[in-house]
């Protein structure tokens, strides 16, 4: 009982709790923007590269393959710092916030890239040609045509990528942005007690458990058929 | 231009710096093959329990890998490191990562093995089970081989995930690539260093992404 | 005396609200041959399956070989060595040798070392005619070719009773012959078989005994000729009927 009792006083002190909840609060709502814009800017720019490759101009598509494979194959964290610490010597310094959006939106477009083209390249050849031959024109073909049945496909491997993907604003704290993890740690650090570090994790939870909750709901419904 | 390869790619500071990056790519080496076992192991038990039709394990499993699914490993992992201690429990940053990574990545491999197990026909269970192999037996001897087959790209999609995610080691002091790498650009003030480790990640792992995008397009043209 | 080495009594099973065997009584002498016929739905399979208990009965008792198949006490997974099952699809495992596929219960489940498996399940592929095909994949194989290997699979164990759901009805017709020529010859060696088929031809030529079932009851039951020339019930008129037109 004692111990027990220890243990809830430590890892959930409520007068700790009290005085750093602002401060949790304050790195939630950074994590929620950051997670935001992410999202937006991979997506969007995701299906950019996807369509613009559907289009079949060959440099071009080498040039894609290659900044998608680029952004997959290196660890979001590098690329945090690389663009943290890097880009200042080359005379533009990025804030803390602007170095973990970039890097996370340019890792969500290389996946979203390689998820929407998949998409795009499984639907069937008969359907473009039976769309070009009533007369529709290849964007129309591509909009009203292949997106519609692409995107079905697309959906449950997208969601999940974006999860993990945006999960990854929690790397922001490593150049010192002030996002919920950051702002936890160094609460910790300051009070000697791990309590705002809890209540990170469960800001954590309260954000991204609705997420998977959901992406799971949606995994069934949309499920690729293998 | 001249400042640019200065300050990025700088011969004389990679020649100084090569040794403790490489060190660092050692470590990177040993720990993936460290975390990757332990975290398909863990997706592998996950798989198999979830098999059980039982509502009572089937619910806290799901909660279990949905937990780890929502939770930032970076975060899981500072807890560890820096939240145990004032439990009284003082694990190395290498035992943290290790145990970070069985948590959060076996949710990930769970997933896929359930998914894969879930993909081969009942009738090879039941021809099994109608010769006398047990549960297990059917499991391990047939059920398993077919299912690691099925989703052999996901498995190594997820493998290249667990890879990348061992820069994380970096920030509870595991000497890895990305660790080595930052000691390397704090003592001499330039990005070389780090230029270096990011150009190693990606001459390993490009190929990986090479075939894993084939593997893809390939199964994608298959639905088709 | 001969004593029956199948004995079902008072079968039922439910799925859900759904009532699929209501209460079939089913005994089965050694060497005997007993043909299963009915419309589809009518819970064929369903009874073959209690048998060896992939579906577990909501009622009754079943003995196989005097091993009492229902009672916890009874180590299932051994028990079934003695009760071969065939499937309508075959169910090889694809991902082993034709030679593998007979081989992982001989030594998984009999306890056999590697050599003694191999020789045994090299014979059992000889039976079936398929001492050739040892070394071929499932997917190298054609469907007729798959079944003799999953008879072979069965047949491997030395089991007391052979079960067969529908082993011909996934074939191509001019595969079927090679199928039914094994289980023909299967039944001269004396197997005791339990074979769930359309293929009157054979039930005329090879069975001691035809049952035809309905709505989860054994309706009636007789030698082939009584069955197929003089059923006493309608349904089984009408079903027999249809039969013929195909
Ligand atoms: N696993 C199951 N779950 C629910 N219903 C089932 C299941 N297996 C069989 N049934 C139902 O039981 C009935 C009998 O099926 P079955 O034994 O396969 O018939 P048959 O082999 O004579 O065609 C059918 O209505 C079928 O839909
Ligand atoms: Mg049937």
Partial sequence: MNSWNRFVETFFNAKVMAKYLPDILYGTVVTIELAVLVVLAGLAAGLVLALVRSLAIRPLNWLIIFVVDLFRSLPPLVIIVLLYFGLPSAGWSPSSFVSTWLSLALVLMAFAEEIFWAGITSVAKGQWEAARSTGLSFGQTLIYVVLPQALRLTIAPLTNRTIAITKGTALGTVVALHEILGMASSAVSNSYNPSPLMMGAAAYIVLFLPVVVAARWIETRFAWKR | ?224 | MAYPIVAAHGIHKHFGQLHVLKGVDLEVEERELVFVIGPSGSGKSTLLRCLNRLEEPSSGSITVAGIDMLSPRTDINHARQHIGMVFQSFNLYPHMTALGNVMLALRKVAGKSRSEAEDIAQAALERVGLADRAHHRPAELSGGQQQRVAIARAIALEPRVMLFDEPTSALDPELVGSVLAVMRSLRESGMTMIVVSHEMGFARAAADRVVFMDHGLIVEQGPPAQIFETPAHERTRAFIGQIRQH
Avoid at chain 2, 2 to 12: K, P, T
Avoid at chain 2, 104 to 119: D, K, P, Q, V
């Fill in chain 2, 1 to 224: 231009m001249e400042e640019i390869v200065q300050s990025f790619f700088n011969a004389e500071i990679a020649e100084a710096a090569m040794p403790i990056v490489l060190a660092g790519l050692l470590n990177t080496i040993l720990l993936s093959l460290l975390v990757v076992p332990l975290g398909f192991l863990g997706g592998l038990i996950l798989a198999v329990l979830a098999q059980v039709r039982n509502p009572a394990v089937r619910w806290p499993l799901m909660a279990w890998v949905d937990f780890f699914r929502a939770f930032p490993p970076l975060v899981l992992l500072v807890l560890l490191f820096a939240g145990l201690p004032f439990a009284g429990v003082e694990l190395g940053g290498f035992a943290c990562v290790a145990i970070a990574f069985f948590l959060n990545t076996g949710a990930y491999y769970g997933e896929i093995l359930r998914a894969g197990i879930e993909s081969i026909p009942h009738g090879q269970v039941e021809a099994a089970r109608s010769t006398g192999l047990s549960g297990l037996q059917t499991m391990t001897y047939i059920v398993l081989p077919q299912a690691v087959r099925n989703v052999l790209p996901d498995l190594l999609s997820n493998t290249l995930e667990v890879v990348k995610l061992t820069s994380l080691g970096s920030v509870v002091a595991v000497p890895e690539l990305l660790f080595q790498a930052r000691q390397a650009q704090s003592v001499t003030f330039n990005a070389t260093p780090i230029v270096m480790a990011a150009v190693i990640y990606f001459l390993i792992l490009w190929p990986v992404v090479r075939l894993l995008s084939r593997l893809e397009n390939r199964a994608a043209a298959g639905r088709g």
